[in-house]
């Protein structure tokens, strides 16, 4: 038998009832009279799942094989999906349609289901023309194929210029600012939602030639948000008039503002562009420099320069300019001298049309600069070009005081590189120089009372001399060959033990290693030595090495003398060819660090710490 079946469900119902009746006959002490016409009834329940009604929602004495309708309304933004038997017997006609028909079987309860339905509605945000039907009762999960614009459009205005727009799809926010879907594609329902047409305005990019002549570049009109390439100048061309010489321009790009002072833009630059714009033609002057010979007794006046405004020139010299009983001393705005002084060589912002002067002097003028001076005042002197004698005899530092340092004549450089000359000492003017103080810092090592010169190189102070202390117990240090001379000339040589005086290897900056060193100074790492070779830079060897007794420039003052060294079987070598150093920093239990020059650079090498090689010390 098949229970799912109605006619079996009746059948199986009927017998049921036929085999109580038979057991109730069967018994001797009771009589039963079975009724001619039985009936069987039922009772229905009806339910709803949620998001709509039924009706009806109970029926009572329910005859069998007798339909009940049953119907089911879903509330706004649900659709009937189906009816279900929860408990008891029954059969629906339709289970799938709304308005159906039950039969029952025994007493049951149905319930009706619903499920949410979503609407797409569409704004055509501020565009004339058809707006798309709004798509309703859309499946959560569901997907649609967004519409086009249709017949929409869009116009407006800003400054006074019209706007086009070009549909670029739909948003979920009506500025634009919610999540973009194109035209046509395909849009998944998870809620109710408005989309709102994304119009993307045309602007106008236009050119103005500024004063220029010739035809501007034409007009460019392109989506908000997207760049276009600069273009160039064109056939425009420009110029003007200042007292009374002409002016040539050169086009210089683009400006927001006719007047330059804007933002600018070079030509062939990408150019976003974010609304209506007019970008000016920018014009830089070119201005004529010219060259007055002042009143010179022969030659000519160098050429004229012209530049660009706002960019600078190197001043040329007098050329074969020259002016009996004169010598030439630079370039001035005003004839008479009383304007601003330029020196030949020197750079010179052009910022309109001028002319520059020559400017002639019977008078050499010898300068003296106090160099850091902390206290006191310079000398200066004067020599008549006409004057068979133009030797003068160097002044005393008078009452020049720089605190720490011990004034050593003068220089003609400030860093006490170039030619040095001792106070009272003969000088012959042949220009106009200034000469600087030249200071020395020195120390005195109380430990025996010798002074040592030291030097400040970037932001370390160096001594400028190689240690010579000897050490309290006569090991570990030695004169070059035994030769006292040697050490008077090139400091001590000591193996590394000895240098780092018991300390451990550093590799900071600083090392934190006094070791052979005076108080208040100590043996440089690695580190110490790299800042040094650094701040030099190239050629560094060159540079730190002494002029007198080395081939070096010693141009800051650093000294450098080519010591040799000692290796530990006694034997000395390469003292006048090549310098070495150590540092406070070894690798592993036998070699250290040192430094080696010999010929430009400032080598890094490993070496037995039994050798013996020079020592310089950096001030705490």
């Known amino acids: 038998m098949k229970p799912n079946t109605l006619s079996n469900l009746l059948t199986a119902a009927a017998f049921a009832a036929a085999l109580i009746l038979l057991l109730l006959s069967s018994c001797t002490d009771i009589s039963v009279s079975p009724p001619e016409n039985m009936t069987i009834t039922y009772n229905l ?5 949620g998001g709509g009604s039924v009706s009806p929602t109970a029926q009572s004495g329910i005859a069998a094989e007798t339909p009940v309708n049953v119907r089911a309304t879903p509330y706004n933004g649900y659709i009937f999906s189906s ?4 408990s008891g017997l029954a059969q629906f006609v339709d289970a799938n349609s709304a308005s159906t028909s039950v039969l029952l079987g025994w007493n049951a309860t149905i319930k009706a289901y619903f499920v949410s339905v979503y609407s797409i509605t569409f704004n055509i945000n501020g565009a004339t023309g058809t707006t798309p039907a ?3 009762q859309i499946l959560y999960g569901n997907s649609i194929k967004l519409p086009g614009k249709g017949d929409m459009t869009r116009t407006g205005y800003q400054d006074h210029d019209s706007i086009k727009y070009t549909f670029g799809g739909w948003n979920t926010n009506n500025s634009g600012t919610g999540y973009n879907y194109s035209a046509d594609s395909m849009y998944r329902v998870t809620g109710n939602v408005t989309l709102y047409a994304r119009w993307i305005p045309n602007y106008t990019v236009r050119f103005g030639a500024n004063g220029a002549s010739g035809e501007e570049p034409a007009t460019i009109i392109v989506e908000s948000g997207n ?12 110029t003007g008039y200042q007292d009374p010489d002409s002016i040539k321009y050169t086009f210089g790009g683009w400006n927001t503002s006719n007047s330059g002072i804007g933002n600018n833009y070079n030509a062939g630059e990408t150019y976003k562009v974010t609304s209506n714009v007019t970008l000016y033609a920018r014009w830089i002057p070119i201005y004529p420099v010219k060259f007055n010979a002042n009143n010179a007794t022969s030659g000519e006046a160098p050429a004229t320069i012209t530049a660009d405004s706002g960019r600078s020139i190197t001043l040329p010299s007098r050329g074969t300019l020259t002016k009996d009983g004169y010598f030439f001393v630079g370039w001035n705005e005003k004839s008479d001298g009383t304007g601003t002084n330029y020196n030949a060589g020197s750079s010179y912002m052009v910022r309109n049309n001028i ?18 001076a902390t206290s006191g005042s310079v000398p200066a002197m004067e020599v008549k070009l006409a004057d068979s004698n133009k030797n003068i005899t160097l002044p005393d530092k008078g009452n020049l005081v720089r605190m720490g340092y011990n004034f050593v004549g003068w220089n003609e450089k400030s860093n006490g590189t170039g030619t040095n000359y001792n106070a009272g000492s003969s000088y012959t003017v042949r220009n106009i120089i200034t000469l600087y103080a030249n200071w020395t810092y020195t120390f005195i090592d109380s430990r025996d009372g010798k002074t040592y010169k030291a030097v400040e190189i970037g932001n370390q102070r160096w001594m400028a001399e190689n240690l010579n202390y000897d050490t309290a117990d006569g090991g570990g240090s030695w004169c070059y060959a035994g030769d006292t001379g040697n050490c008077n000339s090139y400091g001590r040589l000591y193996n590394w033990n000895t240098a780092m005086a018991g300390s451990s290897s550093s590799n900071a900056n600083p090392s934190g290693v006094r070791g052979i060193c005076p108080n208040g100074w100590h043996l440089p790492s690695r580190a110490e030595w790299n800042t040094l070779v650094d701040y030099v830079g190239g050629s560094a060897g060159t540079k730190l090495k002494a002029k007198n007794g080395w081939n070096g420039t010693n141009d800051l003052g650093f000294s450098a003398l080519p010591g040799g060294g000692r290796y530990s079987g006694g034997s000395f070598r390469n003292v006048g060819a090549n310098g070495n150093w150590w540092t406070a920093t070894e690798y592993g239990s036998s070699d250290a660090y040192y430094r080696y020059i010999v010929y430009n650079g400032v080598d890094e090498y490993l070496n037995d710490k039994s050798d013996a090689f020079s020592v310089r010390c950096v001030q705490d």
């Open 227 to 238: 760049s276009i390439k600069l273009p160039g100048k064109g056939d425009m061309t420009r």
């Open 45 to 49: 329940k009806v339910e709803s799942g």
């Open 355 to 372: 002319t520059l002067y020559a400017i002639w002097s019977d008078v050499y003028i010898v300068y003296f600069n106090g160099n850091g």
């Open 134 to 136: 709004t798509v309703s």
């Open 83 to 86: 009816w279900s038997l929860t």
